[in-house]
């Protein structure tokens, strides 16, 4: 009988999987701005929720768990990366008088592309912008992927909007008006 019940899970899973994997990693894409970090938060979401499918399954919203998993996964990358690059340019940093890094003045491009501008967003606001305007997610859905209260989606959402709008000019204002 288990058997049975293993093989409707297994098919469940595989067709879970075969419907929002790609949505999942351009998902990942998106916060991370990575395309093989992607696949691999992608691929490690599905993986733990294969681990855990009963409880999935039988959840409310599967996907907005989904989401709410490569979003956790992403933030835990990024944060790692952030460490990383912190400890790497300590190290190679210049020493000034006294030991210190010396001061550089800031490396500005002169053209700064969406993915840039939102590698520049705090995880929250890019993951509200993401998700309401490249996923098209209500308030109340993206609030669910992200574990965090509609108020808190509103102004990140606004904030995240406005700082791209500051960051790409008037071009995101425009796509971004739409709500």
């Known amino acids: 009988?288990?058997?049975?019940?293993?093989?409707?899970?297994?098919?469940?899973f595989q067709a879970f999987f075969e419907a929002h994997y790609a949505e999942l990693t351009r998902f990942a894409h998106l916060l991370t701005g990575e395309a093989d970090t992607a696949d691999d938060l992608a691929a490690?979401?599905?993986?733990?929720?294969?681990?855990?499918w009963d409880r999935v399954a039988g959840a409310?919203?599967?996907v907005a768990y989904a989401r709410g998993v490569v979003a956790?996964?992403?933030?835990?990358?990024?944060?790692?990366?952030?460490?990383?690059r912190r400890r790497i340019a300590l190290f190679w940093a210049p020493r000034g008088a006294g030991g210190c890094p010396a001061?550089?003045?800031?490396d500005v491009p002169a053209v700064v592309d969406v993915?840039?501008?939102l590698r520049r967003l705090p995880f929250r606001k890019r993951a509200c912008v993401v998700l309401r305007h490249a996923f098209d997610l209500s308030?109340?859905?993206?609030?669910?992927v992200l574990g965090v209260s509609l108020g808190t989606v509103k102004s990140q959402t606004s904030r995240g909007a406005a700082e791209l709008q500051r960051l790409l000019g008037g071009e995101?204002?425009?796509a971004a008006g739409r709500d």
Not at 1 to 12: I, L, N, P
Not at 44 to 52: E, G, I, N, V, Y
Not at 103 to 106: K, Q
Request: hydrophobic share 45%.
């Open 60 to 62: 409310e919203h599967p």
């Open 72 to 84: 956790n996964l992403a933030r835990s990358r990024i944060r790692g990366a952030v460490r990383e």
């Open 139 to 144: 308030e109340r859905d993206t609030s669910l």
């Open 44 to 52: 490690d979401a599905l993986t733990a929720l294969w681990q855990r």
């Open 172 to 174: 995101f204002a425009a």
């Open 1 to 12: 009988m288990s058997t049975v019940a293993d093989d409707a899970a297994s098919a469940a």
């Open 115 to 117: 993915r840039e501008a």
């Open 103 to 106: 001061a550089d003045g800031p």
